[in-house]
């Protein structure tokens, strides 16, 4: 069964860090683009990262960059997203999911939630 | 990267179509047919209904369908279920070599 679990998230202070995990099973990880995407409380889908299977390619949107870093262990099967310089807008549930041949995103993990509060 | 336009709301009684419209620019929808469409239910991880503009993965039921005209992507559900009850999302790639989503449209089933 293709399958993404998230954890890593929880409560951190405006200002720090925190990174998330995405641990893939059932398919090649190391074949496939991988994204990160986030919802705030009650809010729409925001696209925040992607990362091509070899590691090689990342892209981020405008309000993580320089921020946020996304990155691979193709022999662990795990996507992470390293978090800096928090802000309370960064609070949201993030989701990995996994980028298909045809750059849908063709599987999604159940999402781990971040909250960035004082 | 701003969101692409979708409608709040949608809302049609069982059986009946629905079509919930997805309009960007010519960075995005206007430009590649990288438009998908996902299906998202109340307390759930959303679900891939629709990829490239038109084409449905595996186990989507038919009744689900995508066009695309210029800048304007568009989503149909025919027939409509009470299971169809849900958030939708449009998604596009951009020029940037990142991908957008939409502002998102409630489906409700009267």
């Known amino acids: 069964e293709v399958q993404l679990v998230e954890s890593g998230g929880g409560l951190v202070q405006p200002g720090g860090s925190l990174r998330l995990s995405c641990a893939a099973s059932?398919?090649?990880?190391?074949?496939?683009?991988m994204h990160w995407v986030r919802q705030a409380p009650g809010k729409g889908l925001v696209w925040v990262s992607q990362i091509k299977g070899d590691g090689s390619s990342t892209s981020y949107a405008d309000s993580v960059k320089g921020r946020f870093t996304s990155s691979r262990d193709n022999a662990k099967n795990t996507l992470y997203l390293q978090m800096n310089s928090l802000r309370a807008e960064d609070t949201a549930v993030y989701y990995c999911?996994?980028?298909?041949?045809?750059?849908?995103?063709?599987?999604w993990g159940q999402g781990t939630m971040v909250t960035v509060s004082s | 990267q701003s969101a692409l336009t979708q409608p709040p709301s949608v809302s049609g009684s069982p059986g009946q179509s629905v079509t919930i419209s997805c309009t960007g620019t010519?960075?995005?929808?206007?430009?590649?047919?990288?438009v998908s469409w996902y299906q998202q239910p109340p307390g759930t991880a959303p679900k891939l209904m629709i990829y490239?503009?038109?084409n449905r993965p595996s186990g989507v039921p038919d009744r689900f369908s995508g066009s695309k005209s210029g800048n304007t992507a568009s989503l149909t559900i025919s027939g409509l279920q009470a299971e169809d009850e849900a958030d939708y999302y449009c998604s596009s790639f951009t020029t940037s070599n990142t991908y957008v989503f939409g502002t998102g449209t409630k489906v409700t089933v009267l």
């Open positions: 059932g398919f090649t990880f190391s074949s496939h683009w």
């Open positions: 999911a996994k980028g298909g041949p045809t750059a849908a995103l063709d599987i």
């Open positions: 490239e503009v038109s």
């Open positions: 010519s960075s995005d929808v206007g430009t590649y047919n990288r």
